[in-house]
């Protein structure tokens, strides 16, 4: 996000997008709401949310991320992010998504086709092999994954995952949660994430390329 968690002005992780992006409170039944307050260093600029519902047979999940950064009273940075993507045994099926980043607009399609995935972003349609997963922070198993789908651009990112151990993470109502930690790598951005045993996916922070961090914390 990103990519993005979130906006390069921001430089957003693939948390939105690389960042962002998408998303792991472990098997998600009927239909789960995440929502997420989030920061860029102790600033609050926003909320990205996600529902997770699971039939049974296929997985959906809606993720809605709006930021915005001000400078003056003058809004300098605007950042809307909104995807809907559906699994099945855990690989994307079928992915629809659309960011205004500050004014510049991206949309990304795709679905699968036979044993594998098109991709139907700006610069034209690319087709790959095998199972795709996007940067979905709420299923923890997308960390067994080499590469990624950034729902923001439509390209396909090269991850390293490293277990950091246990550790606490702050959530919203000011608690420290016991977490598992995971740091996320691309060719641009750490991505660190937290995973309570009970809550799943409950904490997210990425360094922007700014020179700051962007921050989420779990709305419990």
Aim: proline share 3%.
């Amino acid at each position: 996000m990103q990519p993005s968690p979130l906006t390069a002005g921001l430089r957003r992780p693939a948390a939105i997008t690389l960042l962002i992006g998408l998303l792991g409170a472990g098997n998600a039944s009927a239909a789960e709401q995440l929502r997420f307050q989030v920061y860029l260093d102790d600033r609050p600029i926003g909320e990205h949310s996600f529902r997770i519902a699971d039939s049974g047979v296929t997985t959906r999940v809606t993720s809605r991320a709006s930021f915005d950064v001000d400078f003056l009273f003058i809004n300098a940075d605007r950042y809307r992010h909104t995807s809907n993507e559906v699994f099945r045994d855990g690989c994307l099926t079928a992915i629809d998504a659309s960011t205004d980043d500050n004014g510049k607009r991206y949309q990304v399609s795709g679905e699968a086709s036979g044993d594998g995935f098109r991709i139907q972003a700006a610069d034209g349609t690319e087709r790959t092999d095998g199972c795709v997963k996007t940067f979905a922070y709420w299923d923890k198993d997308f960390l067994d994954k080499s590469r990624l789908l950034n729902p923001q651009t439509g390209d396909l990112e090269p991850v390293r995952v490293q277990e950091k151990g246990r550790d606490t993470v702050a959530v919203e109502n000011g608690r420290e949660l016991p977490a598992e930690r995971y740091a996320v790598e691309t060719d641009e951005l750490t991505i660190d994430l937290w995973y309570n045993d009970q809550l799943g996916w409950v904490g997210l922070e990425s360094d922007t390329g700014k020179g700051k961090r962007i921050i989420y914390r779990r709305v419990l």
